[in-house]
């Protein structure tokens, strides 16, 4: 059966420090793969997407993710983070956006 | 509108009380899916709408929920004899063509209380 595993459910990291947030998926194809960020009181905001091509897909606000398909991962990165940035991130793979499934998402704080 | 919009934001209701959640998307959208997200946990996927078809209604908890669209645009979410475990922000969302891939943009949820 599909999943989607985000395996750290709370992050804390300084201003100004590089951020990476694990994403791990099981699925039977090639999977359309997705990073949204939820902050407080607004709704899930797309990030950034990966269908096929370059396995580094460049986002929104200074993210990135990289598909390893041998790890089945896709993890997102960025080099600096802001206060701004504090919010919860969500993973989700899918083969069609009916059948998408969502990681439990991990909560980000940036730390002055 | 310029977004997809849900109403109401916030709700409480009684244990065993009917409610009804609606969602507006986005004008031109075709696509429309329901998501529940508890505390602590991720998206559940609900049900999708996409054009005339019929709805894919496989991620429905119960025979409690239930959810129409009217007119290919507004949609409503319906859970009858609501129970504790009902408890969670109901999202919506929305994207211009239905199937793989299309970008899917959510509102900002209704947050629904039972008590």
């Given amino acids: 059966a599909q999943s989607v595993t985000q395996p750290d459910i709370h992050i804390t990291v300084s201003e100004g420090a590089s951020l990476e947030l694990r994403c791990n998926y099981s699925y039977g194809a090639t999977p359309y793969l997705f990073w949204y960020v939820q902050s407080p009181g607004q709704g899930l905001q797309l990030l950034l997407k990966y269908f096929s091509g370059d396995t580094l897909v460049q986002g929104i606000k200074g993210f990135e993710a990289e598909f390893k398909r041998s790890q089945s991962s896709f993890n997102l990165r960025k080099p600096s983070v802001h206060w701004s940035d504090a919010a919860e991130y969500f993973c989700a793979v899918g083969e069609t956006n009916n059948d998408m499934r969502f990681g439990a998402g991990t909560r980000l704080t940036v730390k002055p | ?115």
Wanted: some cysteine; glycine content about 14%.
């Fill in chain 2, 1 to 115: 509108g310029a977004g997809v919009s849900q109403s109401p934001s916030n709700k409480v209701t009684e244990k065993g009380k009917d409610v009804e959640l609606r969602c507006d998307p986005i004008s031109g959208h075709t696509a429309l899916y329901w998501y529940r997200q508890s505390l602590g946990q991720g998206l559940e996927f609900l049900i999708y709408f996409q054009g005339n078809s019929a709805p894919d209604k496989s991620g429905l908890p119960s025979d409690r929920f239930s959810a129409e669209r009217t007119g290919g645009s507004v949609s409503t979410l319906t859970i009858q004899r609501t129970q504790q475990e009902d408890s969670a922000v109901y999202l919506c969302a929305s994207s211009q063509i239905g199937g793989s891939g299309n970008t899917i943009y959510f509102g900002e949820g209704s947050w629904l209380t039972v008590v």
